[in-house]
């Protein structure tokens, strides 16, 4: 995956979004367990068959790929009559932050208290909403920790220095995804909001899921 240092993140910059609306939590197995059933689709590895185990029904999803999750969202639209989507990297970042420039989701320094991360020590992933004091201005949760989140940009490093000011999509070209928010076994450094990594669209990995967005 992508880098371990600050240089893929500047320079820093605003942009204006259009309004969105984003999950309050990442698409938890539960939710998955729905479209692998009505879509007739390959359950996560880690459920181990078919059948989603009881114990990880409120957990965030893992071992699904970016093109999972893009399937996913566009059954979900097609369940609701309304466009569903990944969200842009600048989305994700404003539902992290807020428009204060924080580095985590919550106000002050890092508090390993607040989200599931290596130094919380579970050691796996954790059911969503068990974090509230950890959630971002918006009342949006487990933005920092639990799942790597897939969003829908494409990823390149130097990015930020052509990235337009208004509604900004991501790279047209390119074979990796970005995704952002840490996950349950990554150090403090990674929980930052502005922290983003990259992978290939079609890997299944432990650590990575993803959360919708309306677009309005």
């Not at 995704?179 to 076994?185: F, P, T, V």
């Amino acid at each position: 995956m992508g880098s371990n240092d600050y240089s893929n993140e500047q320079p820093i910059h605003t942009v204006e979004l259009d309004a969105f609306e984003i999950a309050k939590y990442p698409v938890t197995n539960r939710q998955y367990a729905c479209f692998v059933a009505a879509a007739h689709r390959k359950p996560p590895s880690h459920w181990g068959g078919p059948t989603l185990p009881d114990g990880l029904r409120t957990h965030p999803v893992v071992h699904v790929s970016w093109k999972d999750a893009a399937a996913f969202c566009v059954w979900l639209g097609e369940q609701e009559n309304a466009t569903i989507r990944l969200p842009t990297e600048a989305e994700w970042e404003k539902a992290a932050r807020g428009t204060d420039g924080r580095t985590y989701p919550w106000e002050g320094p890092f508090d390993k208290t607040l989200c599931n991360m290596g130094e919380t020590g579970t050691g796996g992933t954790s059911p969503v909403g068990i974090f509230p004091a950890g959630e971002s201005p918006y009342e949006v949760a487990e933005m920092a920790g639990n799942v790597w989140e897939w969003v829908n940009d494409r990823y390149d490093k130097k990015y930020y220095s052509i990235s337009p000011a208004k509604n900004p999509q991501g790279p047209a070209k390119g074979e990796r995804r970005v995704l952002r928010g840490r996950s349950w076994g990554y150090i403090d450094h990674y929980v930052r909001s502005a922290s983003r990594i990259n992978g290939n669209p079609g890997d299944w990995d432990y650590y990575n899921g993803f959360r919708c967005v309306r677009s309005q």
